[in-house]
């Protein structure tokens, strides 16, 4: 069974800090990982998607290790509207859809 | 907006009652999802269309139908709903590229009392 491992948190950060969260995958075949966005009873968004040689959005930065099977995203200088929940996501390339972790909780405090 | 529109956004049904959850894409992808979200579950896939005319089951299938009217609709159908099947439904499509991603619509929150 294909999993996606997260911690859930709550990661409770100070406005202006740094976070990072980490994920793991068991299918080592994975070919396309994301990390979605999911406010409190809202869809999941695309946030940005992890290339091999690691992307930065702003003030996001991705980076895979397909080695150890992990994905990482880190967010600078933390805003509040940062709050929400982080989905790592990953796909197999086919078209059975993506498995996705269960979140992992952010709250930015003032 | 281009997206994905799902309908309704709630529903309360008795236990036994069926119902169609509709989902419609206006971005010419060519496969659609159903997901379920539950809490502390995570998003789990019930069905999806990889393309128009095909339909197949994903992690979480019993208790549903799906039918692909056409590569804009995907519809999810309880033929008799259950209390365990009180959950939060979104629908997604998604188009090709390995570094694309889905697109969800804004979820049905259904209740089976």
């Known amino acids: 069974r294909k999993e996606v491992e997260q911690d859930p948190g709550p990661f409770n950060v100070p406005e202006g800090a740094t976070v990072a969260f980490n994920c793991t995958y068991s299918n080592s075949a994975s070919q396309s990982f994301f990390w979605y966005r999911q406010d409190c009873r809202k869809e999941p968004k695309l946030l940005m998607s992890v290339y091999s040689s690691g992307n930065e959005d702003g003030r996001f930065t991705a980076q895979l290790n397909r080695a150890s099977q992990y994905i990482s995203l880190l967010i600078r200088d933390s805003k509040l509207s940062d709050s929400a929940t982080y989905l790592c996501v990953v796909s197999g390339g086919g078209a059975d859809g993506l498995t996705f972790g269960k979140g992992t909780h952010l709250i930015i405090q003032p | ?113």
């Open chain 2, 1 to 113: 907006n281009a997206g994905v529109t799902q309908t309704p956004k709630f529903q309360v049904l008795k236990t036994g009652q069926s119902m169609t959850l509709q989902c419609a894409q206006d971005m010419n992808h060519n496969s659609m999802y159903w997901y379920r979200q539950d809490p502390g579950m995570g998003l789990r896939l019930i069905y999806y269309s990889a393309s128009e005319g095909t339909t197949d089951k994903g992690e979480v299938p019993n208790g549903y139908n799906v039918s692909r009217l056409n590569k804009r609709e995907f519809s999810l159908r309880l033929e008799s709903a259950a209390p365990s099947q009180t959950s939060v439904y979104f629908c997604a499509s998604f188009w090709s590229g390995l570094y694309d991603g889905y697109t969800f619509g804004s979820g049905t929150r259904l209740t089976v009392v």
